[in-house]
């Protein structure tokens, strides 16, 4: 399954604790879109906010986000996993 990676851009605000909730929401929510978020990454003091996915393509990956809290990706991207 691709794999990718997105970005969210919120300013400030953000914390990791209210981005391990919406983690959270994501997992509960991906299953029916045969999506997997697997990590997270957060940037506080830029407000930003990266997730890895394994996703049918990237409106499945922003599609679970969309229904599970409304914070869709700025840009998601296709990535590789190197060694």
Excluded at 1 to 16: E, R, W
Excluded at 52 to 66: C, G, I, M, Q, S
Excluded at 68 to 80: N, P, R, S
Aim: aromatic share 8%.
């Amino acid at each position: 399954m691709p794999l990718f990676m997105d970005v969210h851009s919120l300013g400030d605000g953000v914390s990791i604790d209210d981005v391990a909730k919406a983690h959270q929401a994501d997992l509960a929510t991906q299953e029916p879109h045969g999506v997997n978020y697997l990590r997270y990454w957060v940037d506080e003091s830029k407000g930003q906010i990266f997730c890895l996915v394994e996703a049918p393509d990237a409106e499945a990956a922003n599609t679970v986000h969309r229904d599970a809290h409304g914070l869709v990706a700025d840009q998601i991207f296709e990535v590789k996993e190197g060694l």
